[in-house]
Nanobody, 123 residues
Framework: VQLQASGGGVVHAGGSLSLSCVVSGTAFRINAMNWYRQVSGKQREFVAGITRDGTTNYLDSVKGRFTIARDNVENTVYLQMNSLKPEDTAVYYC??????????????????WGQGTLVTVSS
């Protein structure tokens, strides 16, 4: 199972960007899907999360500006980022809890990360 994130780029302050992350492979169920971000030299921080039934949770500083959504058929999570600020500049990572069933019928859940996509907001 792999996560592939896309959609980063450079935008002026006040602008918008949309990120997406596709979970591919043999996972038969994806539970929580999340977005994190990391600035060089700092710890990775939680940005937004969404449960399978659509319950969302956000970092306080992005509430009202960012929206997380998911498509359970396409195993994709999205992050719409509006009113971007220079302090939103970071590498954004998607994260998901994915269930797989092995050859013997044993189900295992793994917490997986995408490769990161850079978002740069210029002032």
């Amino acid at each position: 199972v792999q996560l592939q994130a896309s959609g980063g780029g450079v935008v002026h302050a006040g602008g918008s960007l949309s990120l997406s992350c596709v979970v591919s492979g043999t996972a038969f169920r994806i539970n929580a899907m999340n977005w994190y971000r990391q600035v060089s030299g700092k710890q990775r921080e939680f940005v937004a999360g969404i449960t399978r039934d659509g319950t969302t949770n956000y970092l306080d500083s992005v509430k009202g500006r960012f929206t997380i959504a998911r498509d359970n058929v396409e195993n994709t999570v999205y992050l719409q980022m509006n009113s971007l600020k220079p302090e939103d500049t970071a590498v954004y990572y998607c994260n998901a809890d994915a269930w797989e069933r092995d050859y013997y019928g044993v189900d295992t859940m793994s917490n997986l990360w995408g490769q990161g996509t850079l978002v740069t907001v210029s002032s």
